[in-house]
């Protein structure tokens, strides 16, 4: 059970828009900011929304990041095929924590 | 260019130990925070330890405590995880993460070793 939620999939047709959502809780999302994470298939996590919503570099601007109260949402637009991956929300609060983690589907 | 790579996984039985290590390069690796991030096989992100810069503040999650250390080496840039007491839910993939330190993010992963503790 993991300390974030998260909808364990979504699906969308390619150069649609799709949304992730992110729930917690005052003690870590509501008082924290928020990063999210997109593993492609057997590789690593890779970083990309920090602070919520700010983008490191080489991030294209498809990827967006906001925050409200104790949610979080990832946003992808322009859906390509090669976005297919699982996407992880995270924050700190004394500790990393985790979403559970949301399959993209590009259909 | 950012380079963490990760050794010393493989297969142990249950009550044996292991030590992972993480050697970092293209970095000042003494100024940044780091972390063992683990994932069980089909499973999600789970967060496993936190070692400051100079070492002084240490975090572990409450299902390794006390079974497993996280340390560094900064005159070798490496960053290190013994795991003693293994038990069969420790199987995962170990990855070392950097911890940007001008924002809060994990802005750098290694691409993990498996450990898979099984009789």
């Known amino acids: 059970q993991s300390v974030l939620t998260q909808p364990p999939s979504v699906s969308a047709a390619p150069g649609q828009k799709v949304t992730i959502s992110c729930s917690g809780s005052?003690?870590?999302?509501?008082?924290?900011?928020v990063s999210w994470y997109q593993q492609l298939p057997g590789t690593a996590p890779k970083l990309l929304i920090y602070?919520?919503?700010r983008r490191p570099s080489g991030i294209p601007d498809r990827f967006s990041g906001s925050k409200s109260g104790t949610s979080a949402t990832l946003g992808i637009t322009g859906l390509q095929t090669g976005d297919e991956a699982d996407y992880y929300c995270?924050?700190?609060?004394?500790?990393?924590?985790f979403g559970g983690g949301t399959k993209l589907t590009v259909l | 260019e950012v380079q963490l790579v990760e050794s010393g996984g493989g297969l142990v039985q249950p009550g044996g130990s292991l030590r992972l290590s993480c050697a970092a390069s293209?970095?000042?690796?003494?100024?940044?925070?780091m972390n063992w991030v683990r994932q069980a096989p089909g499973k999600g992100l789970e967060w496993v330890s936190y070692?400051?810069?100079?070492?002084?503040?240490?975090y572990y999650a409450d299902s390794v405590k006390g079974r497993f250390t996280i340390s560094r080496d900064n005159a070798k840039n490496s960053l290190y995880l013994q795991m003693n007491s293994l038990r069969a839910e420790d199987t995962a993939v170990y990855y070392c993460?950097?911890?940007?330190?001008?924002?809060?993010?994990?802005?750098?992963w290694g691409q993990g070793t498996l450990v898979t503790v099984s009789s």
């Open positions: 993460a950097r911890e940007n330190g001008d924002y809060v993010g994990l802005d750098y």
């Open positions: 293209g970095l000042t690796f003494s100024s940044y925070e």
């Open positions: 070692v400051s810069g100079s070492a002084t503040s240490i």
């Open positions: 005052s003690s870590n999302i509501g008082n924290n900011y």
């Open positions: 602070d919520n919503d």
């Open positions: 995270g924050t700190w609060d004394g500790s990393w924590v």
